[in-house]
């Protein structure tokens, strides 16, 4: 029987790899060692359209509104970094999507 976590010893990986001890701790290719991928699998292809897009408009709204607060909030008195970086968090969210989007009229 492999005796796992001792340098030299033989085991499978997670995904069926056979590996060693010292390769497990220098190279995690399948995320933490003995890790199960058992999440859920890629919806179907026009779910995933539609999420995306879905998703796309909801960022975009939330662009827009914290687009709007900035612009009300930009040359009143009060420290502008808790808007500043509210708008900083929607507009990388959006440009997440975005990229998803992208990716997804690429397929």
């Given at each position: 029987?492999?005796?796992?976590?001792?340098?030299?010893?033989?085991?499978?990986?997670?995904?069926?790899?056979?590996?060693?001890a010292?390769?497990?701790?220098?190279?995690?290719?399948?995320?933490?060692?003995?890790?199960?991928?058992?999440?859920?699998?890629?919806?179907?292809?026009?779910?995933?359209r539609?999420?995306?897009?879905a998703?796309?408009?909801?960022?975009?709204?939330?662009?827009?509104?914290?687009?709007?607060?900035?612009?009300?909030?930009?040359?009143?008195?009060?420290k502008l970094?808790?808007?500043?970086?509210a708008l900083?968090?929607?507009?990388a969210?959006?440009?997440?999507?975005?990229?998803?989007?992208r990716?997804?009229?690429?397929?």
């Amino acid at each position: 029987m492999p005796r796992s976590g001792i340098t030299g010893s033989t085991d499978r990986c997670c995904c069926g790899t056979r590996t060693t001890a010292s390769a497990r701790m220098r190279w995690r290719h399948c995320g933490p060692v003995g890790a199960r991928r058992s999440g859920p699998s890629r919806p179907p292809a026009q779910e995933y359209r539609d999420r995306v897009d879905a998703e796309l408009a909801v960022s975009l709204a939330a662009l827009g509104e914290r687009t709007r607060h900035y612009e009300d909030r930009r040359f009143k008195p009060g420290k502008l970094e808790p808007v500043a970086d509210a708008l900083w968090r929607v507009s990388a969210g959006y440009l997440d999507v975005e990229a998803s989007a992208r990716a997804r009229d690429l397929d």
